[in-house]
Nanobody, 116 residues
Framework: QVHLVQSGGGTVQPGGSLRLSCAAS????????VIWYRQRPGEERELVAQ????????LYSDPVRGRFTVSRDNTKNMVWLQMVNLKPEDTAVYLC?????????WGQGTQVTVSS
């Protein structure tokens, strides 16, 4: 089982960049695929990006493809979401999820606000 702690986020102007981190503790993190979601007030949670357990494959939603990059380092039990060219519509709470067929863990969420 793993436990996730997020860091990063904050307020940035349109066109700016941020990097979100998701740190895992516990056993077997390299077995977990990791998914980044975001949720805006009053809206459903939206999948943003996903990375496979060993990091060989990634997936992005259409609104963020080409601007967001998900990466991981299993030796450090870390996953990152690098976000560039941020837009006001990227404003949301971002959550990381680590999941296998047997277990799912969530980070606590971090606010990203893109505003001039």
């Amino acid at each position: 089982q793993v436990h996730l702690v997020q860091s990063g986020g904050g307020t940035v102007q349109p066109g700016g960049s941020l990097r979100l981190s998701c740190a895992a503790s516990g056993f077997g993190f390299s077995d977990y695929r990791v998914i980044w979601y975001r949720q805006r007030p009053g809206e459903e949670r939206e999948l943003v990006a996903q990375i496979s357990a060993v990091g060989r494959s990634t997936l992005y939603s259409d609104p963020v493809r080409g601007r967001f990059t998900v990466s991981r380092d299993n030796t450090k039990n870390m996953v990152w979401l690098q976000m560039v060219n941020l837009k006001p519509e990227d404003t949301a709470v971002y959550l990381c999820q680590a999941t296998t067929n047997l277990d799912t863990a969530w980070g606590q969420g971090t606010q990203v606000t893109v505003s001039s």
